[in-house]
């Protein structure tokens, strides 16, 4: 089956510094992926689309220029949160959409726990 | 009103026994149906998908969509304890490749 890394699995730093994420394919290419944002005993929330080459789309209610998100190649997505803060802790998950020609999905990531002390 | 219901659990049951997972949802929008199981601290990974309505089965699971209800299902027979996680249901109006909408997640405890 189709594999999806994520990078660190966890990380703790502390207020105000920034956090990069790294989110891959391993075998195969994606030309988009997704990031998502999980509180505790939540489900997963949509934050933004990752198309390869071009800019994220991101939900609302997600500020961008603390969420970036660069797409820069077909098996490498990245999210960093700048000037992070306690409350953006939470479980950070990624998805690449694999094309299938027919039935798309999406094979999601092990997941990073961000703690912001 | 989320767009998507799920109760949240948990929910114990013992081994063998018939599982019932349920979310209604209030898109009608949405053609595809996704089930997704998440263990503890990783990330999803999908069971099953159902395009519109009907049933759909896969070994010791099957999935059932009543579109007019706005209403999904998934059973699990003869359950495990390493059936034990989280399942989530998720939709989309496109296929599972597009934006996908999840339920809150159901935890599932299979007892020895």
């Known amino acids: 089956g189709a594999v999806v890394s994520q990078h660190p699995s966890r990380v703790i730093c502390k207020s105000g510094t920034s956090v990069k994420i790294e989110c891959r394919s391993l075998?195969?290419?994606?030309?988009?992926m997704f990031w998502y944002r999980q509180f505790p005993k939540q489900s997963l929330m949509l934050m933004a689309t990752?198309?390869?080459?071009?800019?994220?789309?991101?939900e609302q209610g997600v500020e961008k220029d603390k969420f970036l998100i660069n797409h820069a190649s077909l098996t490498l997505s990245t999210l960093t949160v700048t000037s992070a803060h306690p409350e953006d802790s939470s479980f950070y998950i990624c998805?690449?959409?694999?094309?299938?020609?027919?039935?798309?999905?999406?094979?999601f990531g092990p997941g990073t726990r961000l703690t912001v002390t | 009103q989320k767009e998507v219901e799920q109760d949240p659990g948990p929910l114990s049951v013992p081994e063998g026994a018939i599982v019932s997972l349920n979310c209604t949802y209030s898109?009608?929008?949405?053609?595809?149906f996704m089930w997704y199981r998440q263990y503890s601290r990783k990330g999803p990974e999908l069971l099953m998908y159902?395009?519109?309505?009907g049933n759909k089965e896969d070994g010791r699971f099957t999935a059932q969509v009543d579109k007019s209800s706005k209403y999904i299902s998934l059973f699990i027979r003869d359950s495990q304890p390493s059936d034990s996680a989280t399942y989530l249901c998720?939709?989309?109006?496109?296929?599972?490749?597009?934006?996908?909408?999840f339920g809150g997640g159901t935890r599932l405890m299979v007892k020895p």
């Open positions: 998805s690449a959409r694999r094309d299938r020609g027919g039935f798309d999905e999406q094979y």
């Open positions: 075998d195969f290419q994606a030309t988009t």
């Open positions: 990752s198309n390869e080459g071009s800019k994220a789309t991101y």
């Open positions: 898109n009608s929008a949405f053609q595809y």
């Open positions: 159902t395009y519109s309505s």
């Open positions: 998720a939709m989309s109006e496109g296929n599972a490749g597009n934006m996908l909408t």
